[in-house]
């Protein structure tokens, strides 16, 4: 990546948390509620199986709805851990299971035994929701630098041959006109936000 396209897009990253932590606990609450109810009415989560869902961050679209529903609905749902270098999409298996998750650094529910529970990597997923920072119409996005969401896709796409169904999840604030990418930015299918 050229100099010139790192500092475009840390400088963009920055921009970026600072209009999320701006948002009000209001227009959050709002805006979580339509994008939740967009997800559990839309036919591709609706005919989905075997899903992977991010564990928000409290400056993230909030998921829990979703993971609940999931769970209640009897979908097979994975959630990321997360190494030092590395994301693996691990098996929750209801909602006890979830709700037992140990808090990690940023207050936010992971697995411990990662290395013990299903991987989507080896069952295959049908939906993937994913997070980051900003995003575009045609499903360009912008996460927080570690590459751990386009690395996956890439090892998803290169184990299975194909993509699973991929949506970002969005605040409108969070929506941009367009991006620097560079070629190892993986494109979403869509994003939904409350636009």
Request: neutral net charge; proline residues 5%.
């Amino acid at each position: 990546m050229s100099s010139a396209l790192f500092a475009a897009k840390k400088l963009l990253r920055k921009e970026l948390k600072r209009k999320l932590k701006n948002l009000t606990p209001e227009t959050k609450k709002i805006e979580n509620n339509i994008v939740a109810e967009k997800i559990l009415n839309h036919a591709k989560y609706i005919s989905s199986q075997n899903i992977c869902v991010y564990v928000s961050l409290p400056e993230e679209v909030c998921t829990e709805e979703i993971i609940q529903d999931a769970l209640k609905s009897k979908k097979k749902l994975f959630v990321p851990y997360f190494n030092k270098d590395d994301m693996f999409m691990v098996r929750i298996r209801d909602v006890e299971d979830y709700q037992g998750l140990p808090l990690d650094t940023y207050g936010v529910r992971q697995p411990r035994d990662y290395d013990e529970r299903e991987q989507a990597l080896a069952t295959g997923i049908d939906l993937m929701l994913c997070p980051g920072l900003g995003f575009t119409q045609q499903g360009l996005r912008i996460g927080r630098g570690k590459g751990y969401y386009d690395n996956y896709l890439t090892k998803y796409e290169e184990h299975h041959g194909k993509m699973p169904h991929t949506i970002a999840l969005a605040y409108s604030t969070q929506m941009l006109g367009e991006l620097p990418i560079t070629p190892s930015d993986r494109e979403l299918d869509e994003v939904v936000c409350p636009l």
